[in-house]
């Protein structure tokens, strides 16, 4: 039993920590907290529903399909709209309602789209589930956890191991001195927002696989929670988002398993409220203090 | 054009206010239909909501995505209050204020020392807490069944005064118009003061403003106290109103709507906070007439639309219609300037 | 300075700021007595703002007391510190851009009143006499600082010196025991800075006890009567301007520089 929630929450909390991660992704670069992460998100899971079952393209196809257009959809957001309200200086608060503004868009264009009752995400292989120390195991959660790691180990080296890496925490440390380095800005901003929004999306399409249902309101709910977990490792920290990622999804587990399924949802915003209260720059991330 | 508008506006405030003021009087005089009493009474309702907001973005500068919680503990607050411990309406209301000016604190206490945006999201996560509260503690609330059999409003079980029914639209409308109108004059009292400068200093530099001597901490929680405050009321007569609350009415997207309704109308501004929402309750309304004309998909549009003007308004004029626009300094500075042109030519 | 014991206005007592690992100011001992002007200088980034935030609060000094009036402030909210009447200006302007001249000052008075939030809301007695109280002293103020004219300007649509100017009108609103001015020179032509020197001489002679960091090597020496000499981070010189000016290690470091 105890393993069985384990599993489980291991699963779920990868997953988050990759959504997780493009917040933080996005964050590290723009200080800026894109609120539109979580409507690719589920947009994601809608268009591989969209793309496999109603257009009937090959399975890898619609997944490739989709995380690209998702991606490409922040891509739009960030040239279309944040960009211009960052040349205009406006007071940081803009780009996040801006962000909540394209947020709103997405999810009632699906809403539109797909009707607001619940629709089975399709998965083309059929694996058995097998046991293992008393609990029944989903293979799935396997692919879960192998994609989240792998994912996890590119991206870690993408941000120390590569120039596109250095440039982007250059950027983060300071955009003028960035600038002035020749490090091409808004070329790497544009290129957070495609890896950030497609891990994003590819998580969406495993949690719809996962839970092998989506729903519009799933972007708020799941959004938010991965939002806390990017703000327990520490947003802007790769690793602290696997953690935070980690953290939530396990102790929502064990919270619907042991105490109440109705609050299970409840339990990420109270370790978020937590979490800002005792240490505000999160697990892993380190202290700011503002310079006069 | 606007700028001629608002000039004149700034000269004439006090005529444009009365008008106005007198225009909401005589509207269930106006008109009779149920319907449009009804539309009335909601843009008041947004009104209250758009304005609790706009204390605390457009003024103190802190960026509240979670409304819907205060209004949905104001509305249950004052259900629960009539319904279990039967409080009649006023009293019921006044408590419900306090227990979400309450919330208020307790939420802006831990949480207010957070850095801007990160507060944003906290207070959509304590909403969803809220929301899932609602939803769950089916002892206390009735769980999705929501609260029936509100009683309507009435002054100390008074139900009708000069012949004019309390339970009756007309009568509701007068109760909220009243509520209003009390929020309005407080508001800009408490704008135009110490604490009101104090929370528009905070906005504009708060290290500057530690270094004049204000408690930053202490305003912002009041600020934050007071918008939940608003909010609460807004609840606790929309509860009486509709004689119905549930947890569906408190969600994410109502947040949302009221957030649309400050941006729309204008940081910084009470006029702005009422024109947007009365441009936000008329806009779905207007959809529906227009969907008699062009289908029904532009009535299911309407939530795409409020996202869209909410990207529009943030990239062309971000802080809103008639933000930036404080009429009292127009007036005066207008009136600066005519002075100096005068002084110049009696000088030659 | 003479043998009669004055009491200091300001006491600072082997300051040290570190900023994880790096130090900022290190041991800086200070004194300023009532009615004097009290330059700070140094070459950039001796420390000197870092010293200006340790004494109002912005910071909390690594190691060392501040002392104010007497009274041990350090570590002390900002906000609190400026209640016990000392108050500053910013080396980058920190107005309301938000607000009106006028209101940028009354901003200044926050801690000359009381009134409360629920007074105000109510519009009761003592909050309608302490805003016509406000009223008066901020119009008083602006005429001083000659921008009465400006008073229904937006702070940022002012010129950049009278920006400087309305920053100094704030801090002076509330009668401060205490003002420190953080570079008030910066940016200026030579014109404004003359008007500028003049304006501290008019602020002095009403009685104000002034500390000021500043570059402008004419406005220090013409206007101080004590100065501090900083460099990285640790005080190098005290003295009037004529024994900074012929001190070895003050030419040093100021090397190249005329002073």
């Not at chain 1, 962000?99 to 009632?108: A, E, H, P, Q, R």
């Not at chain 2, 819907?68 to 006044?94: D, E, R």
């Amino acid at each position: 039993m105890h393993f069985q929630q384990l599993i489980n929450g291991l699963a779920v909390g990868s997953i988050y920590a990759l959504v997780a991660v493009g917040y933080s992704m996005v964050y590290g670069v723009l200080k800026l907290i894109n609120f539109a992460n979580n409507a690719f998100m589920v947009a994601a899971a809608f268009l591989l529903i969209l793309f496999y079952s109603t257009w009937h393209l090959p399975y890898g196809l619609a997944i490739i399909l989709a995380l690209v257009l998702c991606a490409a959809g922040a891509v739009f957001m960030e040239r279309a709209s944040l960009n211009p309200i960052r040349k205009k200086n406006a007071p940081g608060i803009s780009a996040l309602i801006c962000t909540v503004g394209y947020s709103t868009v997405i999810t009632n264009l699906l809403l539109y789209a797909f009707g607001s009752q619940t629709i089975m995400v399709p998965f083309v292989l059929h694996l058995p589930t097998f046991e293992l120390w008393g609990a029944v195991i989903d293979p799935f959660t396997l692919i879960i956890l192998g994609t989240a790691f792998v994912l996890m180990v590119f991206l870690t080296w993408l941000t120390y191991g590569t120039k596109t890496g250095e440039a982007m925490r250059a950027i983060s440390q300071n955009t003028q001195a960035a600038k002035l380095m020749g490090v091409d800005v808004n070329k790497i901003i544009t290129l957070t927002f495609f890896i950030g929004t497609a891990c994003a999306a590819l998580s969406g399409i495993m949690i719809g696989i996962y839970y092998s249902a989506v729903d519009t309101t799933m972007s708020f709910t799941i959004g938010i929670k991965t939002f806390a977990a990017a703000i327990l490792g520490g947003i802007g920290v790769l690793h602290g988002s696997l953690v935070g990622g980690l953290v939530i999804g396990l102790l929502e587990t064990f919270v619907a398993g042991y105490i109440s399924a109705g609050y299970k949802d409840a339990i990420a915003f109270i370790i978020l409220i937590l979490v800002l209260v005792i240490r505000p720059s999160g697990l892993f991330g380190k202290p700011v203090q503002s310079k006069v | 054009m606007l700028k001629k508008i608002i000039n004149g506006w700034a000269k004439h405030q006090v005529a444009v206010t009365l008008v106005f003021l007198a225009f909401l009087i005589l509207y269930p005089v106006l008109f009779h239909s149920y319907y449009l009493r009804n539309v009335a009474i909601q843009c008041l309702i947004y009104s209250l909501l758009s304005l609790a907001l706009n204390l605390i973005m457009g003024y103190t500068g802190i960026v509240v995505l979670g409304m819907a919680a205060f209004y949905g503990i104001g509305a249950y607050a004052l259900a629960l209050l009539t319904t279990k411990l039967g409080i009649s309406f006023l009293p019921a209301v006044a408590l419900a204020v306090v227990i979400t000016f309450c919330f208020g604190v307790l939420l802006a206490l831990p949480t207010l020392r957070i850095q801007g945006n990160y507060l944003a999201i906290v207070t959509l996560g304590f909403c969803e807490i809220i929301r899932i509260v609602e939803l769950n503690w089916v002892s206390l609330t009735n769980g999705p069944f929501g609260i029936k059999q509100i009683p309507a409003p009435d002054i100390f079980g008074i139900k009708s005064i000069f012949g004019l029914k309390l339970s009756k639209p007309e009568g509701k409308y007068y109760v909220v118009l009243i509520l209003l109108v009390i929020t309005v004059v407080i508001l800009h009292n408490v704008l135009n003061s110490r604490s009101g400068r104090a929370w528009k200093s905070i906005k504009g530099d708060p290290i500057a403003a530690r270094a004049m001597g204000i408690n930053v901490f202490r305003y912002k929680v009041f600020a934050f106290a007071i918008c939940a405050a608003i909010a609460g009321l807004a609840g606790a007569y929309y509860a009486a109103y509709t004689g119905y609350v549930d947890s569906t009415t408190f969600n994410y997207n109502q947040s949302i709507l009221i957030l649309s309704m400050t941006i729309m109308g204008g940081l910084g501004s009470i006029p702005g906070s009422i024109i947007g929402a009365i441009f936000f309750v008329i806009l779905p309304e207007v959809l529906r007439w227009l969907g008699t004309f062009c289908g029904e998909w532009i009535v299911e549009w309407r939530q795409i639309i409020y996202g869209l003007i909410l990207v529009i308004m943030i990239m062309f004029k971000s802080d809103g219609i008639l933000g930036g626009f404080d009429l009292r300094q127009i007036h005066l500075y207008n009136k600066l300037v005519k002075e100096k042109e005068a002084e110049e030519k009696q000088n030659g | 300075m003479g043998e009669t014991v004055r009491e200091a206005v300001l006491h600072c007592e082997n300051i040290t700021q570190r900023f994880s690992g790096l130090v900022a100011v290190s041991d800086v001992s200070m004194d300023v007595y009532t009615n004097e002007i009290v330059g700070v200088i140094g070459p950039n980034g001796a420390g000197k703002t870092t010293l200006f935030n340790d004494i109002t609060g912005i910071y909390k000094p690594t190691e060392g007391k501040v002392f104010f009036g007497g009274e041990d402030i350090t570590g002390m909210a900002c906000h609190k510190i400026t209640a016990k009447g000392m108050t500053r200006t910013f080396q980058n302007i920190r107005l309301f851009n938000n607000m009106m001249a006028i209101d940028n000052v009354l901003v200044g008075l926050h801690t000359a009143t009381k009134s409360g939030i629920a007074e105000s809301m109510l519009h009761l007695g003592r909050h309608r006499r302490e805003e016509k109280e406000s009223l008066a002293r901020a119009e008083e103020v602006l005429k001083l600082t000659d921008l009465y004219d400006y008073r229904y300007h937006y702070a940022d649509s002012l010129p950049y010196g009278l920006q400087r100017r309305l920053e100094i009108a704030r801090a002076l609103a509330c009668h401060p025991k205490l003002i420190l001015l953080d570079e008030p020179a910066a940016g200026m032509n030579e014109q404004e800075t003359t008007d500028l020197l003049q304006f501290i001489r008019k602020l002095k002679s009403m009685g104000n006890t002034i500390i000021l960091i500043e570059h402008d090597m004419r406005l220090v020496m013409n206007l101080c009567d004590r100065i501090y000499v900083l460099d990285h981070g640790t005080r190098i010189a005290e003295g009037t301007p004529d024994e900074v000016r012929k001190n070895p290690q003050v030419i040093t470091a100021y090397l190249g520089e005329e002073v």
